[in-house]
């Protein structure tokens, strides 16, 4: 009894943390070890179940995770409630829209705007897929898809356009080697 009541002691700062966390609709906010505290092996059966197949069953995450169906729902409400789960999405081939053609492009910026700038920068252009921040020389890099070469130059050209964005480096890929879902 002593020690269910020192764990559950220890227990209540970390519950209260994600709790205000939550309530205050940051949960981006909690610290990676709260998360690890807090995640078990169970729910990372369940996170790679749904890595796998954002639409598979509570069943068949059930099975995954050696839960059953319902306690596989509880779990899975559970993860997106507390933010380790902020959505679900489709993955969308680009060959299947015709958009052959990919770059990962380097951004140099003038002054030194924030991530939130650069990202509301980049934000209306619909063949920037993905961009980061990223040490060294350049201020963020970006993964583009486009049909052809012609849209991909100007679709280049509208980020090169964008402040405070000053030039762009291109890498055009050849092949996809691996693409695997994030953990």
């Not at 070890?33 to 729910?43: K, L, N, Y």
């Not at 679709?155 to 090169?160: E, F, L, P, T, Y």
Request: hydrophobic content about 50%; overall charge neutral.
């Amino acid at each position: 009894m002593a020690q269910t009541i020192a764990i559950f002691s220890e227990m209540v700062p970390l519950f209260c943390r994600i709790k205000e966390a939550v309530a205050n609709r940051c949960a981006a906010a909690i610290s990676m070890d709260v998360w690890s505290e807090v995640i078990d092996a169970i729910d990372r059966a369940i996170i790679r179940c749904v890595l796998r197949n954002a639409r598979a069953t509570y069943a068949q995450i059930g099975k995954a995770a050696g839960l059953s169906a319902s306690a596989a729902k509880r779990r899975l409400d559970r993860l997106v409630d507390t933010g380790a789960i902020s959505g679900f999405t489709a993955l969308v081939d680009p060959q299947a829209l015709a958009w052959h053609t990919e770059a990962f492009v380097e951004v140099y910026c003038t002054g030194n705007p924030t991530p939130a700038e650069l990202r509301q920068a980049l934000w209306d252009i619909p063949e920037v897929v993905e961009a980061c921040t990223v040490s060294g020389a350049a201020d963020a890099v970006v993964h583009m898809l486009a049909r052809d070469i012609p849209h991909l130059e100007q679709a280049i050209q509208r980020v090169r356009a964008t402040p405070p964005v000053d030039r762009t480096e291109s890498a055009i890929v050849l092949s996809r080697l691996l693409n695997r879902p994030r953990l």
